[in-house]
């Protein structure tokens, strides 16, 4: 089936450092998404981002955060300057329309900060 | 904000038996429920939806919507070890076009062989 790439899987960084997570979605794909998941937790919603534009952020997505989709290449989750409760798997999802359709996950990024 | 809660929290059942496993949400005019399944260390993997009151069947997958009590339940007919993994019950909330997801926190369920 489609498949959702996550680069890298794992990433570990000091405090205060910048951080980048490449997601690498379906092709045609036009919506996409950052979750977070702390380790037995729940998934919260933190982003999504259509036609080059944040839809909606919930109140996790801190200043620190960013996102972009630079002239079609990978969707990236910024997180400057990165601080201990950033640590988490991330997870990047795309769908064709919207989230009524079926979500693709990748196998999630996870991050690390000492 | 959307409430979704699921139970149980975990369930160890033998193989070839039939798992029930629930999801209860807190606005009606949530406009889909979907279940997605994950194993450790993967990403949540879409399993099957429902938008309308009643049941859909797809292979060992039923769901059953019940929009009046909030509630939703999946079944996984004849289980099998390969179906071990979290369980995700995801709502989908319609926003002026923007819709949101909201997931419960997860069932873990173990098949015995």
């Known amino acids: 089936g489609p498949k959702v790439l996550q680069i890298p899987s794992h990433q570990i960084i000091d405090m205060g450092q910048m951080v980048t997570l490449n997601c690498d979605p379906v092709?045609?794909?036009?919506?996409f998404y950052w979750y977070k998941q702390i380790l037995g937790q729940q998934m919260e919603f933190l982003v999504n981002?259509?036609?080059?534009?944040?839809?909606?952020k919930s109140k996790l997505f801190k200043d620190q955060f960013s996102v972009e989709r630079p002239d079609g290449s990978y969707f990236t989750l910024k997180i400057q300057p990165t601080a201990l409760e950033d640590s988490a798997v991330y997870f990047c999802?795309?769908?064709?329309?919207?989230?009524?359709?079926?979500?693709?996950f990748g196998s999630g990024t996870r991050l690390t900060v000492l | 904000q959307e409430k979704v809660q699921q139970s149980p929290e975990s369930l160890i059942v033998p193989e070839g038996a039939m798992v029930s496993l629930n999801c209860s949400f807190s606005?009606?005019?949530?406009?889909s429920i979907w279940w997605y399944q994950q194993h450790p260390g993967k990403g949540p993997k879409a399993l099957i939806?429902?938008?309308?009151?009643g049941n859909k069947k797809e292979g060992r997958l039923t769901v059953y919507l019940n929009r009046a009590s909030l509630h939703v339940s999946l079944h996984i007919k004849d289980s099998q070890p390969s179906d071990s993994a979290v369980y995700l019950c995801?709502?989908?909330?319609?926003?002026?076009?923007?819709?949101?997801?909201?997931f419960g926190a997860g069932t873990k369920l173990t098949i015995k062989p």
């Open positions: 981002f259509y036609n080059g534009k944040v839809m909606e």
């Open positions: 606005d009606s005019a949530s406009q």
């Open positions: 995801a709502v989908i909330q319609a926003n002026y076009g923007n819709e949101k997801i909201t």
């Open positions: 092709s045609n794909h036009l919506y």
């Open positions: 939806s429902i938008f309308s009151n």
């Open positions: 999802a795309s769908s064709f329309q919207n989230s009524a359709e079926t979500l693709y």
